[in-house]
């Protein structure tokens, strides 16, 4: 069994629906860990050994939260620039997360559409991610496409969030369970692209 660490990241969780839903269809499942980043550093004062244990500790890493000028919240950043050092993220003698998945989850306000090359956007949440590729390859970490919710602008139906949140549990359990292809999973466009592709049967 894979332990899996959510670092979850939204400033307003109180105005949240979609990351809130999600969040709330992992929460307290065997195996995964809830690291709320703003409600532990509300001053930013991130404890790095405590997130660097953290992350040791589990095997697959991933970062939750609303996508934000294409981007990440401020704190996950912070996140990024503080925990991530050298000799022990990457380099020579940095190998602390070998061979652990790592992996955004992302609501987005554009609909899908708009996040093609010909759409408003002009680039793809894949594409959007490539810091984060970039940064899996640099820490020998297996980088997978991210788990992405688009078109909350419109106005999403409850059912439908409810329904995300049912798919985002679903895979949480396969990756704990081992019932992923990984080498597929990394084909993908979007992890959740297609479920029944990805997760096979349960
Ligand atoms: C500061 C800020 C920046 C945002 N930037 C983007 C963006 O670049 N692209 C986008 O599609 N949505 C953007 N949004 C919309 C959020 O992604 C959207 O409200 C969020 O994913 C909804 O999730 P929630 O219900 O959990 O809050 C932005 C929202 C805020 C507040």
């Given at each position: 069994m894979k332990k899996i660490l959510i670092n979850f990241a939204h400033p307003a969780k109180s105005r949240s629906s979609v990351n809130k839903t999600l969040r709330k269809a992992v929460e307290?499942?065997?195996?995964v860990t809830l690291n709320d980043l703003y409600q532990a550093y509300p001053d930013f004062m991130i404890d790095i050994e405590r997130e660097k244990q953290l992350s040791e500790e589990h095997d697959v890493i991933i970062f939750q939260y609303p996508l934000y000028w294409y981007s990440t919240p401020s704190i996950v950043k912070e996140w990024f620039d503080l925990v991530l050092e050298h000799d022990w993220?990457?380099?020579?003698?940095?190998?602390?997360?070998?061979g652990k998945l790592f992996f955004q989850v992302i609501s987005a306000g554009g609909d899908g559409a708009s996040y093609?090359?010909?759409?408003?956007?002009?680039?793809s949440l894949k594409e959007l991610s490539a810091p984060f590729r970039a940064t899996a390859k640099l820490c020998k970490l297996v980088w997978l496409p991210p788990f992405a919710i688009t078109g909350v602008h419109s106005g999403l139906p409850t059912a439908e969030i409810l329904r995300h949140g049912e798919s985002y549990r679903r895979t949480i359990i396969a990756l704990r369970d081992e019932r992923v292809d990984i080498e597929q999973a990394?084909?993908?466009?979007?992890?959740?692209?297609?479920l029944n592709q990805l997760i096979g049967s349960e």
């Open positions: 307290g499942l065997e195996g993220a990457y380099g020579s003698k940095g190998n602390a997360l070998k093609q090359k010909e759409g408003f956007n002009e680039f990394k084909l993908l466009e979007l992890l959740n692209a297609d």
